[in-house]
Nanobody, 128 residues
Framework: QVQLVESGGDLVQAGVSLRLSCVAS????????MSWFRQGPGKERHFVAA???????????YYADSVKGRFTISRDNAKNTVYLQMNSLKHEDTAVYYC??????????????????WGQGTQVTVSS
């Protein structure tokens, strides 16, 4: 059984940094894509960032415009873990952050439907 477990969510002040972690168990996703989505209060779930490996072993990352330059996604395949480093947090970053795993290429990596496995989420609250 595949399981994704997020951690690292917290209540923080605007401007600080936070790192989220997601550990996958049950199978490895070294050849697939792993991503972060978020869902704010009363809002739909939106793409935040994704990382995958291309055919030649290179890492490809994708970011939502709203987090580009502030957030960094990375993965440690040996630990089957993906991270989301969040810097310069803003009040509007407040949301439940979900880890997801699947397969995709190109613009598919921004799509909710590309990811078949989801974690339960971790709450990030940024006070202004």
């Amino acid at each position: 059984q595949v399981q994704l477990v997020e951690s690292g969510g917290d209540l923080v002040q605007a401007g600080v940094s936070l790192r989220l972690s997601c550990v996958a168990s049950g199978r490895t996703f070294s050849n697939g894509a792993m991503s972060w989505f978020r869902q704010g209060p009363g809002k739909e779930r939106h793409f935040v960032a994704a990382v995958r490996w291309n055919t030649w072993g290179g890492r490809i990352t994708y970011y939502a415009d709203s987090v580009k330059g502030r957030f960094t996604i990375s993965r440690d395949n040996a630990k089957n873990t993906v991270y989301l480093q969040m810097n310069s947090l803003k009040h509007e970053d407040t949301a439940v952050y979900y880890c997801a795993a699947g397969s995709c290429s190109g613009s598919e990596c921004y799509e909710y439907s590309s990811y078949h496995y989801w974690g339960q989420g971790t709450q990030v609250t940024v006070s202004s």
